[in-house]
Structures are given as structure tokens and as C-alpha cells.
């Protein structure tokens, strides 16, 4: 029988061992959904699968090991191996087409891309997250998927023109994707050997500003979304509240 000064010591790291277990595990939610930035602004779909491989190694893998000691650290290891080649072969994207906005669009190892067929039934700031986030997946996805080339200028409107179709479509067009419908047009203006429209990229980006005004920033929630409704509105309000002044400061005239 251990000593009692002993036993107690052994008592008390148990107790900081789950205490910090549980504290990684609430953590868990916010930093998975925070993995989602990699796979919508990444240009490289491996990066997401790392990210997404630590992020379960830090917060799923060591709670495990604090809560259950017995556990082989090889079997975490595999696991996390496992998790990380699961997460490369899904991919940060869904493979469905990107004719409709409101198809799941993210892939289906990342937060929102999991949650987003319960969005309908969460809380109204929670929607309006996987709402916006999925809108953003989507622009990424027509991004990822432009011709690597065009061989005329023709070629380039006509292209350009489908995409003005596809945008138009949402119901809801949220403010914060801007930025990626301006690097989908730039994508497209850039792939031609011999066409680079800046022009046509410049006027674009004040064309969807009047379309995309949907501003999760200004909306009003109730008591019950907090605090996930001031973090989206502070995340999203970067964008929101910033993309007109960045435009304002760009003068392109031709």
C-alpha cells in the first residue's frame, strides 16, 4: 500500500490529467471548424489533410492517452496515421457539382462539410456559419475546377459568363465570399496564354459587391447563440466591413 502523501500526489495528477483532458476536448469543436480556413484558402489539398491530422493528434489522440494511460502510444499512432490518409483521400472539398449552391460543398472531414445537413435545425448563428462557409467551399470548388488554359479571348467570356450564371444562383449571397469570387476571376482572366483582363477582374469585384450584401456582421441573434454568434460576427465582419475600403483604394482605369 503507497504512502498517503504519495497516493495523494498520484490522486491529484489524475485529476489534472482529466481536467486537461476534458479542456483539449472543448477545444476540440472550435479548432476543428478552424481547420476549415485550410481547405477553403489553401491551393494545395494535402495542407488540409496535415492540419487536420494534427489538429486530431493534439485534441482527440493525447485526451485519449490522459483519460485511458493503458493505451498503446503505437495504436494512437496508427490511429492518427489512419485519420490523416482517411483526410488526404476525402479531400477538403465534396466531389458533387457546382451547378447548385446549397449541394454540401465542403468535404466530409471538415466541420463544416459535417455538420452542414443538420445546418436547418441548429441555432440561427450556427446556419448562418455553415451557411456562409459552405457558400465559400463552393466558390473554392469553382475555382479548383477552371481550365488550366484557354486559347482565346472568346474562350474566356464564354467561360466567364457560366460562372456569372452559377453566382447569381444563390438565394442568400453572403458578403464574405468576395474575396474568393475575385480570386475565381482572376483565376479565369489569368489562365489565357494571351488574355489577362485585369480590367475586366476589376469591374467585376464592384459588380458582385451589389449582388453579394448579405452581412452576417449586422444581424441580430438571440441570447441562446452566444458566444458563437459574436465570434462569426466578428470573423465574418472582417471581410464584411473591409472589402469595400480595399476596393475604394484600387484605382485600374483602360
Not at 21 to 36: H, K
Not at 128 to 154: G, Y
Not at 220 to 232: C, E, F, L, T
Request: charged share 20%; hydrophobic share 45%; net charge neutral.
Amino acid at each position: 500500500m503507497p504512502p498517503p502523501q504519495k497516493a495523494w500526489n498520484n490522486e491529484g495528477m489524475k485529476r489534472l490529467k482529466m481536467i486537461f483532458a476534458i479542456f483539449l476536448l472543448l477545444l476540440a469543436l472550435p479548432f476543428w471548424r478552424f481547420t476549415d480556413l485550410v481547405a477553403i484558402l489553401s491551393p494545395f489539398e494535402w495542407l488540409f489533410a496535415i492540419a487536420l491530422t494534427m489538429w486530431f493528434g493534439i485534441f482527440i489522440a493525447i485526451p485519449i492517452k490522459l483519460i485511458k494511460p493503458n493505451v498503446k502510444t503505437i495504436m494512437l499512432v496508427v490511429l492518427i496515421l489512419c485519420f490523416g490518409s482517411i483526410s488526404f483521400w476525402r479531400g477538403p472539398l465534396s466531389g458533387m457539382a457546382t451547378v447548385e449552391s446549397d449541394f454540401n460543398h465542403c468535404g466530409e472531414m471538415t466541420y463544416t462539410g459535417f455538420f452542414y445537413p443538420i445546418a436547418p435545425y441548429v441555432t440561427d448563428a450556427h446556419t448562418d456559419d455553415l451557411e456562409a462557409r459552405n457558400q465559400l467551399c463552393w466558390v473554392r470548388k469553382m475555382i479548383s475546377r477552371v481550365p488550366k488554359t484557354f486559347d482565346s479571348e472568346h474562350e474566356v467570356q464564354t467561360y466567364t459568363k457560366l460562372i456569372q450564371t452559377k453566382l447569381f444562383r444563390p438565394e442568400i449571397k453572403f458578403r464574405s465570399s468576395l474575396p474568393l469570387i475575385a480570386m475565381l476571376y482572376l483565376t479565369i482572366n489569368t489562365s489565357g496564354a494571351h488574355y489577362v483582363g485585369v480590367k475586366e477582374i476589376y469591374d467585376s469585384l464592384h459588380f458582385w459587391i451589389n449582388h453579394y450584401t448579405e452581412e452576417i456582421s449586422n444581424r441580430q441573434y438571440g441570447a441562446w447563440n452566444w458566444p458563437h454568434s459574436d465570434y462569426i460576427k466578428f470573423e465574418y465582419g472582417l471581410v464584411e466591413r473591409n472589402w469595400q475600403s480595399l476596393l475604394d483604394s484600387m484605382i485600374i482605369s483602360g
